[in-house]
Structures are given as structure tokens and as C-alpha cells.
């Protein structure tokens, strides 16, 4: 059959246009103008791309042909041989239709035509035109098929430790080798799914040298045809390998810029994705006590920092990036985990890199928030104010962007009051935050804010007064001593009150952080509701880093060490901790999330999965959860009957940051797996517990 197709010459008819003969005839370009010899040379590059299986890159050469070009006839044929070849000849039929008769495309079209019906009516194929049967025999009875049938069902002997679906014999790899060669031109979409398969099987065996072997043999995907990428997930795993895995996919990435298959959109995306696998790939590849440490040296860190900087850069629409960049940039700004020193370097490029988030998502709120916060701190009003515009008129369902007047407004007063003279105009903004306060956050704090604000001003009979007012509203008895102190002690600082008259109200909550475990355990829990908002709204005061953590390390050894804790502390004031507790990650150790028996007793199934994902989105782990639909499914349902409108948003976002991230996949993600199914889906036990 290829002695057959190989002696096969198209003649050209009498009186035939010369545009038709030249596209078997490139001899006969010289003859034509330039313009037609430009749309003749489409059309054989368009029929030559359709013969190797690249439908797309033939679209786009028909492109440059227009509708009443001398060659649209060649345009509508090729339009319908890409649907022939998919098996739709009723969409050919479309195209086909409206070509000349008279013409070569509109004759070979019609054997086309005839091979199809040959196939479908079960006829003679002897009794068919020989140009027929020839069609049908390479389209239809595809010897070649047969072939590959007949010689991949050899495996020949497979180690015991090899499953057969992994294995591949060197007689399997040197038959395709001679097959692939001689059969792409007719089957170039079988010769490339047998490679494929091929590479697969080897990517999966143990056997460095195989792959090697194999991989330089055999080509790879229309996106990576000399198997860079593939390399690239082959030994990236394997620390050993890293000199190898890094260049591989810097190689993989110069091939993209000349890999015409792709559209440019196409070709960003995968760079993106490839930069952020390499960002991974650099902090994976740490000594073992650089990673427990979490002690990136400088030479790591910048280097993950370009990495991710360049995926940001490549596909600035997506999300992803500017997710994982900044998620990576936090993780070492936590100033609750590491020194200022330590944190110095990733926290000078958080802003740059939500800001670049922000213009490269619009839409995406997380940034925005983060920079209204961030520029208020820093006294830089003019840039948080386009944000706080933008999110006010979003009409977002987000809680946080909805009250984002009432946070600009109470911001705004907590700047002002740092200079005197400035107070009535802090004042102005308070009074407006007041009106606006959202019914999700505590209510108790209000007073002791104007407390501050009065104390801030210079009026003291004003300030004892309104103190007085707030501790009453807060609660007449013991119970309510530390979240008084720690509530006085929050407000003076965020309105600014100088260090001198502070130390006054920083003596009792020093004081109580010294002698914690002697703190009534009512207290601690009495402190919940406004430690948790404070996380809720992101605006902890600056003493709460240096107390925070011994409250809430304290409580989490009554509450674990308490069984009849519910039923012997007011409830809200339990559930309350509980979720500040969770917000401080304080039931997140060695790497597992557990929950005391007391809480996993009494909190619903909703509940206990809210916390555990809240806990696992925010570190740096890549857990891999079991179950993961249905506990989404859980969540939503929950949202749906939640009355607390910042929990009714925060489950349903919880649910589906969690069903994009929390999913069992592969170490370098979705796209490992796209290409190659690379790592297998193993199940992990581990948060069973969590239930």
C-alpha cells in the first residue's frame, strides 16, 4: 500500500487553471502573479498541515484567502476535508457543495464522497473506481491499524514489579520507531496517539536510562514535541535531579516562542504555568532543615521570586499566579512566625505584587482589600482611595466589600487622630463609621473607640465618662476584666495615643499575658468574639502581636482539657473563641488540623469543615483531601441556611476556593496532569479525623 501511494502523481487535465495545477506543481508558482502565488502557497501549506493532523495551523493558512479569491475553491474543499477526516460528512457535504464541478477540488471531493458511501453501504470495494478504493482502503480499512493492533498486543516478558498497563518492551519501542516513520503521512493522528502512549508508559517506569532513550526517539505533543516538559515532571520529583528537571523546562519555554501550533493566548497561558511549576520546583528542591526551618537562603528566594514574577508577567489575567505569588510572599511576612529581619524582604514586595494583581484582575477583590488596608496603614490615602471607590461601587455580595465605607471611614478617623489638631475631623469619620457599622462585627467596641477619640482630643471628663459607659455596656462582672483591658488597650493605639499615655493601659493586658495560666477561663473566652473580629475585619491593633498567641495557646489547653465546656461557659462565647482559635491556626500543628473531642462533640459537620478548610487555604501546604466533593457540597448547603451574613459568604467562598485548591492532584497541579497524567492520584487518609 505505501509502494502504492508513493507512485501516486497528479497529472495535470487539458485546459485545467494554472492556480490548480500549481498547487501540486510548486514549478508552476513562477507563473502566476504574485498575489495568487501567495494564495497557492496557503493552500499547500494549509493541505499539508491537515495531512500531519494540525487542523488549526491549516485554518489559519486558509485565512489569508479571500471569499472571491481564484482559490476559494481550494478554501471550501480543505474547510470540509478537515470534517471528513473527523468523521462528519454531512458538515463536509456543507463546504463541498458549493465548489465547481469543473474543478480538481470538486472531483477530489466526489471520490471522498464515494470512498464514504463504499464504507457505509458494506459494497464491493473490487467494483470501485481504483482511486476509490484506494481512499477506502487507507481510510477506512486502515491497514495500518491493524498493524499496530497486531504488534502493541507483544509486550513480550514484563518484570514482575511492572504493571502491564506501564510496560513497554524494546521491541515495542523499535517496531514504533520504523512505524512512526513510515506511517505519518496517512495516519499522522494514530502514529501520534501510539507516541504518546508510549511516553506515558515510560514516564512511569523506574528506568532513567529507558526514558532518556525513549524520549529522544519518539516525539512528543504538538506542544512539547522533543519532550521537554516531560523531562522536566520526569525528574523534578528527585532532588538528585535537579540539574537536569530546571534546564529542561527553561529549554521547554524558548521552544514555545517558535512552536507555531499554539496561539499566542495559548502559548502565555502555558508559559504561566510552566514559571509557576518552577517556582514550586526551586522551593521544593531546599535541603531537608532548609524546609523544616522554612529558611529560604537569598539565592532560592530570588530566584522563586523571578519565577513567579515571570508567570504573573506571562498571563497577568489570571488569577493563579498573583494567588500563589502573594500566597508565597505572606507566608514569610507572618509576623507571628518570624522576626522582622526574616520578614523584611518578602514584605517590601507585597504591594507591588497585589497592586499588579489588582490591574491584572479587576475583578479579583482579595487585592483590592488587601492595598486599601495596606495604604491606609502606611498613610498613602491617594492610593487606597481608587480602591475603596471601586469596591463601594461593585456591589459585591462579599460582607467585606460591602462594608468597605464603614472600614475607609473608621481608617480614615484612626489616621487623622494622629494629629491633634486633627481630631474633629477624626472625629467626622467616626461618627460616620458609626452609622454604618456592619451587624456582623462587635458592637461593643464602638464606645470604646470614642473613649479614645475623647482621650485623643485632650477631653478627659469626656473620656472617663464614655469609659465608664463601656465597660458597663460591656458587662458588669469579672467575666468581661480582660476583653475591657484588651478592647481600652486596642482603641488607644488606633486612635493613636502616644506611647506615654499608653503604658497605662498596656500595664493590666502585659500584666495578664504574664500570669495567663492563672486567667478564669471565662475570661479567655469572654476576649473570643472581639479577638475573632479583629481577624474577621483584618484590623488587629499593634500590641495584639505580642499577646495573641499566649491567649489563644492557653485557651486551646482549658478548651481541649474541659469536657463540659458548653454547657458550663456561655455558648456564644465558646463558639466565638472557637473561630478565633481557628483564624490564629493555633488547632493546626505538625501539619494535621485536629479539633478537641469537646468542640468536634458539639460543632456540626458544616462547622468542623469550614474551620478545617479555612486553616488548610491558609498555609503553605498542598494537602490532598478525600472526599472533597462532598464536603464542598456540605458547605454549600450550609450557606444556604446561614443567618450570620459574613458566615452565610464565607462558607460559600470557603467551599469554592477549596474545591479549586484542595483537590487531590499532582505536585505541579492541573497542569502535570494535562500533560500526561503525571503523578499518580494516590488517596490520602490523613484528615480523616476532621469528621
Not at 491556626?585 to 478545617?612: D, G
Not at 458566615?647 to 476556593?657: D, I
Amino acid at each position: 500500500m505505501r509502494s502504492r501511494v508513493s507512485r501516486v502523481r497528479p497529472r495535470p487535465g487539458d485546459g485545467e487553471p494554472a492556480e490548480d495545477v500549481a498547487v501540486f506543481d510548486a514549478a508552476r508558482l513562477k507563473s502566476l502573479s504574485p498575489e495568487i502565488a501567495q494564495q497557492v502557497t496557503a493552500v499547500r501549506d494549509a493541505l499539508e498541515a491537515v495531512a500531519a493532523g494540525r487542523d488549526e495551523r491549516a485554518r489559519q493558512c486558509l485565512q489569508s484567502i479571500p471569499r472571491r479569491s481564484l482559490l476559494s475553491d481550494w478554501r471550501l474543499f480543505i474547510t470540509g476535508l478537515i470534517d471528513w477526516y473527523h468523521d462528519a460528512p454531512e458538515k463536509a457535504e456543507q463546504s463541498w457543495r458549493r465548489l465547481d464541478a469543473q474543478r480538481r477540488p470538486a472531483r477530489i471531493a466526489a471520490n471522498l464522497r464515494q470512498s464514504q458511501q463504499l464504507h457505509r453501504s458494506g459494497g464491493d470495494a473490487k467494483a470501485a473506481a481504483p482511486d476509490v478504493r484506494m481512499i477506502w482502503r487507507l481510510r477506512f480499512e486502515r491497514p495500518a491499524l491493524a498493524e499496530a493492533y497486531r504488534e502493541t498486543a507483544d509486550a513480550g516478558p514484563i518484570p514482575e514489579s511492572i504493571s502491564e498497563d506501564d510496560w513497554i518492551g524494546p521491541a515495542q519501542v523499535d517496531w514504533l520507531r520504523v512505524f512512526a516513520t513510515e506511517q505519518r503521512r496517512f495516519e499522522p493522528h494514530l502514529v501520534q496517539s501510539l507516541c504518546e502512549n508510549a511516553l506515558i508508559r515510560i514516564y512511569h517506569l523506574p528506568f532513567s536510562d529507558g526514558f532518556e532513550h525513549i524520549t529522544k526517539r519518539l516525539p512528543g505533543p504538538v506542544h512539547d514535541p522533543q519532550n521537554l516538559w516531560l523531562k522536566f515532571l520526569f525528574y523534578a520529583p528527585t532532588p538528585d535531579h535537579e540539574n537536569q528537571a530546571e534546564p529542561a523546562a527553561l529549554k521547554y519555554l524558548q521552544s514555545l516562542d517558535q512552536n507555531d501550533q499554539l496561539s499566542a493566548n495559548v502559548r502565555d497561558a502555558v508559559k504561566c504555568q510552566v514559571y509557576l511549576a518552577l517556582a514550586n520546583h526551586r522551593r521544593a528542591s531546599l535541603n531537608p532543615l532548609a524546609r523544616i526551618l522554612h529558611n529560604e537562603g537569598p539565592e532560592d528566594r530570588s530566584e522563586v521570586n523571578r519565577y513567579y514574577q515571570a508567570a504573573c508577567k506571562a498571563y497577568p489575567a489570571s488569577s493563579e499566579p498573583h494567588r500563589e505569588y502573594v500566597g508565597w510572599l505572606q507566608e514569610y511576612a507572618d509576623p507571628e512566625r518570624f522576626r522582622k529581619a526574616d520578614r523584611q524582604w518578602y514584605e517590601s514586595r507585597l504591594a507591588t505584587a497585589m497592586e499588579a494583581w489588582s490591574k491584572g484582575v479587576p475583578e479579583e477583590i482579595t487585592p483590592r482589600l488587601w492595598l486599601v488596608d495596606h495604604y491606609f496603614d502606611k498613610e498613602m490615602n491617594e492610593l487606597a482611595v481608587p480602591h475603596v471607590k471601586w469596591l463601594a461601587a461593585s456591589r459585591h455580595p462579599n460582607p467585606k466589600v460591602r462594608a468597605i465605607e464603614w472600614k475607609w471611614n473608621l481608617l480614615e478617623s484612626m489616621r487623622l487622630a494622629r494629629r491633634k489638631t486633627r481630631v474633629a475631623q477624626a472625629q467626622e469619620h467616626f461618627d460616620n463609621a458609626k452609622s454604618l457599622w456592619p451587624e456582623w462585627v462587635c458592637q461593643e467596641w464602638v464606645p470604646y473607640l470614642q473613649a479614645a477619640l475623647s482621650r485623643r482630643a485632650g477631653d478627659l471628663p469626656s473620656f472617663e465618662a464614655q469609659r465608664k459607659e463601656a465597660r458597663e455596656q460591656l458587662g458588669g462582672t469579672s467575666r468581661e476584666d480582660l476583653a475591657d483591658a484588651v478592647m481600652a488597650l486596642g482603641a488607644m493605639q488606633m486612635m493613636r495615643l502616644p506611647a506615654a499615655e499608653l503604658k497605662a493601659f498596656r500595664g493590666p493586658v502585659d500584666q495578664a499575658a504574664k500570669s495567663v495560666s492563672t486567667l478564669p477561663t471565662e475570661q479567655l473566652l469572654a476576649c473570643g468574639r472581639f479577638f475573632r473580629d479583629l481577624h474577621r475585619t483584618n484590623s488587629l491593633y499593634p500590641a495584639y502581636r505580642m499577646h495573641g498567641a499566649k491567649f489563644a495557646n492557653e485557651l486551646k489547653k482549658r478548651i481541649t482539657n474541659t469536657r463540659n465546656l458548653f454547657s458550663r461557659y456561655r455558648k456564644q462565647d465558646c463558639w466565638a473563641a472557637v473561630e478565633w482559635l481557628v483564624h490564629k491556626k493555633t488547632f493546626y500543628t505538625n501539619y494535621q488540623f485536629r479539633l478537641p473531642p469537646v468542640i468536634m462533640s458539639k460543632a456540626s459537620q458544616a462547622q468542623v469543615i469550614f474551620w478545617h478548610f479555612q486553616t488548610l487555604l491558609n498555609t503553605s501546604t498542598n494537602p490532598r483531601l478525600v472526599d472533597l466533593e462532598q464536603r464542598v457540597q456540605i458547605l454549600k448547603q450550609a450557606a444556604s441556611e446561614e443567618s450570620d451574613p459574613y458566615l452565610r459568604h464565607a462558607y460559600a467562598e470557603t467551599a469554592e476556593r477549596a474545591l479549586h485548591e484542595l483537590r487531590p492532584e499532582p505536585l505541579f497541579g492541573e497542569f502535570a496532569e494535562m500533560f500526561f497524567n503525571a503523578f499518580a492520584d494516590d488517596d490520602d487518609d490523613d484528615d480523616d479525623d476532621v469528621f
